[in-house]
């Protein structure tokens, strides 16, 4: 008998996310998340993760870091 287990990981879209689904992404705290909206907010959707560099606090390691847990759905 062979058991397999299969974790459904779902990324969470910076374009959608609310600042509670931000915040629980790992490498994004309260102040990237708050950053990211106000961003958003101003410049309208962003069209790739790259974009999170032009975002304080954020620079491309950090973002390297959280390629796999967030998407930018344009």
Known sequence: LMLV????????DINTASYEELKSVKGIGSKKA???I???N????????QE????????S????????QVEAIY
């Open 5 to 12: 287990s299969v974790s459904i990981f779902a990324m969470t």
């Open 34 to 36: 708050q950053a990211i």
């Open 38 to 40: 106000e961003y958003r």
């Open 42 to 49: 101003i410049h309208g959707k962003f069209h790739n993760l």
């Open 52 to 59: 999170l560099d032009n975002v304080k606090g954020f620079s």
């Open 61 to 68: 390691n950090t973002i390297s870091k959280l390629n796999g």
